[in-house]
């Protein structure tokens, strides 16, 4: 299994506060990326990073943030939560090689009350 | 526009018989295609991909299919297990090093 851990794994938080999710990975894996799993809705990309500080945007990037000032580290933002972003948060890691393949962490819940 | 659809939101079968699942595409430069199952509270996990200059790869019990023409991709397990019960997506990568998945199918597998 690739290593990768998300920090909180669950968090309840309520609305109009900050919230930091962390993703760390001892693959060393250039690429890292946020995404959330809603019903119906399959997963969503929030937003990528292709290198250390080098950042974009995925489909549904309002309202969140992200920063990777080290390799292994890649935080997500809420910087106002809001009850829509009540939802499970996966970041996954690849190497950009092969099929592009990518591996995922076990995932956040996060509930915005 | 959903770039990846995966039309059926569940599926049974029987243990020990064919599970097929479909995924279709809009797309005819995606370069890879690949399937995921995923486990309740549990990060999805990489099953199989397929590039598109090849028209079918398998592994063990899972084989992914893959028809241009049509823009379908379709993942085989035989014989379906219990244990292979979980949602699996279907994903395309496009270009930079995005992938973009499917809603999901549940699959479920009856003993």
């Known amino acids: 299994d690739a290593g990768i851990t998300q920090s909180p794994r669950h968090k309840v938080t309520e609305t109009g506060t900050p919230v930091t999710l962390r993703c760390h990975q001892t693959e060393n894996h250039r690429y890292m990326y946020w995404y959330r799993q809603d019903p119906g809705h399959g997963l969503r990309l929030i937003h990528y990073?292709?290198?250390?500080?080098?950042?974009d945007k995925g489909e549904v990037s309002d309202g969140y943030s992200v920063s990777r000032s080290k390799t292994e580290d890649f935080l997500l933002t809420l910087e106002s939560a809001t009850s829509s972003q009540t939802s499970v948060y996966f970041c996954?890691?690849?190497?950009?090689?092969?099929?592009?393949?990518?591996?995922f962490g076990p995932g956040t819940r996060l509930t915005v009350t | 526009d959903q770039q990846v659809k995966q039309n059926s939101p569940s599926l049974s079968v029987q243990e020990g018989r064919i599970s097929i699942l479909n995924c279709d595409y809009t797309?005819?430069?995606?370069?890879?295609f690949l399937w995921y199952k995923k486990y309740p509270a549990e990060g999805p996990t990489f099953l199989i991909s397929?590039?598109?200059?090849?028209d079918k790869n398998e592994d063990g019990r899972f084989t992914v299919f893959l028809n241009k023409s049509a823009k379908h991709l379709s993942l085989h397990i035989v014989p379906s297990q219990p244990g292979d019960s979980a949602v699996y997506f279907c994903?395309?990568?496009?270009?930079?090093?995005?992938?973009?998945f499917g809603k999901g199918t549940l699959l479920t597998v009856n003993p």
């Open positions: 990073s292709y290198g250390v500080k080098d950042t």
């Open positions: 797309n005819s430069m995606f370069d890879y």
């Open positions: 397929i590039s598109s200059i090849k």
């Open positions: 996954a890691i690849s190497s950009g090689t092969g099929a592009y393949e990518q591996y």
């Open positions: 994903a395309v990568h496009g270009s930079n090093y995005k992938l973009t």
